[in-house]
Nanobody, 124 residues
Framework: QVQLVESGGGLVQAGGSLTLSCAVAGRTVSTLYMGWFRQAPGKEREFVAAFGWSGELYYADFAKGRFTCSRDNAKNTVHLQMNTLKPEDTAVYYC??????????????????WGQGTQVTVSS
C-alpha cells in the first residue's frame, strides 16, 4: 500500500526553475524504485527520470543537463529539480514507484503506484 503525493508545481516563466517533491507513505523510499513522468494534454505519458538498480539516475534526453532527481531518505521523499524551463516542459508531472526492479524503468506501465500529479506551466 504505497501512496505518493506530488507537490511543488506552479506557473513559471521560461528560463526559470521549479522543484517538485514526492512524499512517499506506506514504504520507505530506499526499498522502492522511483521514477518521474509527465503528460501534456493530448499526449502520452512521457518518461522524465528514474533510479536504477544501484540508485544511479537515468534521464530523458530533454531532461539531461536541466533536471536533477534526488532522494531524501530521512524525509522519505524524492525531488525533481527543474532548471532552465521551457514552454514545452508544460505538463502534469507524476511521481511513480514500483516494488521490484526490472529494466522497464522507462515505461509508465511498469510502475505500480502513482501520485495524483502536479501541474507545471511554463509561460513564454
Amino acid at each position: 500500500q504505497v501512496q505518493l503525493v506530488e507537490s511543488g508545481g506552479g506557473l513559471v516563466q521560461a528560463g526559470g526553475s521549479l522543484t517538485l517533491s514526492c512524499a512517499v507513505a506506506g514504504r520507505t523510499v530506499s526499498t522502492l524504485y522511483m521514477g518521474w513522468f509527465r503528460q501534456a494534454p493530448g499526449k502520452e505519458r512521457e518518461f522524465v527520470a528514474a533510479f536504477g538498480w544501484s540508485g544511479e539516475l537515468y534521464y530523458a534526453d530533454f531532461a539531461k543537463g536541466r533536471f536533477t532527481c534526488s532522494r531524501d531518505n530521512a524525509k522519505n521523499t524524492v525531488h525533481l529539480q527543474m532548471n532552465t524551463l521551457k514552454p514545452e516542459d508544460t505538463a502534469v508531472y507524476y511521481c511513480a514507484a514500483k516494488k521490484t526492479y526490472s529494466s522497464n524503468i522507462y515505461a509508465a506501465g511498469a510502475y505500480e503506484s502513482w501520485g495524483q500529479g502536479t501541474q507545471v506551466t511554463v509561460s513564454s
